[in-house]
């Protein structure tokens, strides 16, 4: 089945800091990307969709300034997280479907996650 | 963003019991509805889907249900097993709104030996 890897899979950063994630379809070429994160005993929320060559789209309440998204080739998009805050700790994952197999396939695929801790 | 994101119900059962997880959801022209299983610390993984036009579609052990009357799903797992132990997500699909997932409360299946 198609792989999307993350990396990296976990990261420590000080606060005020930047931190970068990448997500890469291994097999396929995703037109669409999409980021979630996770709080601990939570439900994944979707934070925004990963468009190639656009701009992302925004889930309400997600400041596109602090989670800077780029989808500049087929198998790579990225999610900054600007000036991190401890509030900003979290478990980021990103998602993406395989569009050569058309509007009949319902899987997408995810990546391992990324387990961020801002202190 | 959206979300259902209160804190995961759990569902305790025995090694060889049937489990059932029920999932609520919120759109009722969402045109499919996904489960995955999430264990710890990874991404969540796909395990059936269901298109909405049917209420019931079989998997290998697995059995997903859907009523749109009350915009209710749930996954049930035969004979269940150590190793289906983890949390269960629904999640509801829109194409027109661009294939994105939204996904579902969770449940939290623990299976004792």
């Not at chain 2, 289906?84 to 449940?107: M, R």
């Amino acid at each position: 089945g198609a792989v999307v890897s993350q990396h990296p899979s976990w990261v420590i950063c000080k606060s005020g800091t930047s931190v970068k994630i990448e997500c890469r379809s291994l097999d396929f070429q995703a037109t669409t990307m999409f980021w979630y994160r996770q709080f601990p005993k939570q439900s994944l929320m979707l934070m925004a969709t990963s468009n190639e060559g656009s701009k992302a789209t925004y889930e309400q309440g997600v400041e596109k300034d602090k989670f800077l998204i780029n989808h500049a080739s087929l198998t790579l998009s990225t999610l900054t997280v600007t000036s991190a805050h401890p509030e900003d700790s979290s478990f980021y994952i990103c998602s993406a479907r395989d569009p050569a197999k058309g509007n009949s396939n319902t899987e997408a695929f995810f990546g391992q996650g990324t387990r961020l801790t801002v202190v | 963003g959206e979300s259902v994101g209160l804190h995961l119900p759990t569902l305790s059962v025995q090694e060889g019991d049937n489990s059932i997880i029920n999932c609520a959801y919120s759109n009722s022209a969402s045109d499919y509805f996904i489960w995955y299983k999430q264990e710890s610390g990874k991404g969540p993984q796909f395990i059936i889907d269901i298109r909405s036009n049917m209420d019931k579609r079989q998997g290998q052990r697995v059995t997903v249900l859907l009523n749109k009357t009350v915009k209710h799903l749930s996954l049930q797992i035969a004979a269940t097993q150590p190793g289906d132990s983890a949390v269960y997500f629904c999640a509801e699909v829109t194409v027109n709104q661009g294939g994105k997932l939204i996904f579902g409360q969770g449940t939290e299946l623990s299976v004792k030996p």
